[in-house]
């Protein structure tokens, strides 16, 4: 992906963590950052993704990521994730969604990017990329096929 930061980032304030939010919405490229949360000895690896690349991905992509463990019986417990208050760093705001492990990112009400697993945003990216390539407008497709109307048979 992109651009490769590390990010050593303090709880609950620390201006790093605004200096990446607003990279990311500069660049409007995904950035993976490693997080080293306070209190926590194992690193978390994330993909930062603009919030019109990760649309532009979902909209291209043909089906949704499959969440690890989502279709898993054989699991005794299910675990609730916990609730957690939006964290604010600066001018903007993590919302950790229960459901997916996403979290997204605001910015004066308005969501601007998107923390995704780095597994799930290399899947989309290829997804999209992948189903893109295979799809032409109406326009291109047409002059597509008067530019092959116009060559001359291998035969010939």
């Known amino acids: 992906m992109g651009i490769q930061i590390d990010v050593v980032v ?9 200096r990446v939010l607003g990279l990311t919405e500069a660049v ?16 978390e690896r994330a993909v930062l993704v603009p919030a ?10 043909p089906t949704a990521y499959a969440t690890s463990g989502a279709g898993d019986e054989n699991r005794a417990v299910v675990e609730e994730p916990e ?3 939006p ?5 903007f705001t993590l919302f950790r969604r229960r459901v ?4 997204a990112v605001a910015r004066k009400g ?7 697993d780095p ?28 530019f092959l109307a116009r060559q001359a048979s291998l035969d010939e």
């Open 28 to 43: 409007g490229e995904p950035v993976t950052v490693t997080f080293m949360w306070e209190g926590c000895e194992e690193a």
């Open 110 to 116: 308005v969501v601007v990017a998107e923390l995704l």
């Open 119 to 146: 597994d799930e945003a290399q899947w989309l990216q290829e997804q999209a990329r992948n189903v893109r390539q295979g799809f032409m407008d109406p326009k291109q497709k047409a002059a597509f096929e008067e």
């Open 87 to 91: 964290a604010e760093f600066g001018a």
């Open 52 to 61: 019109a690349t990760l649309a532009l991905w979902e909209h291209w992509a």
């Open 83 to 85: 609730l957690a208050h």
């Open 100 to 103: 997916g492990g996403r979290t």
């Open 10 to 18: 303090g709880y609950p304030i620390n201006d790093e963590v605004e």
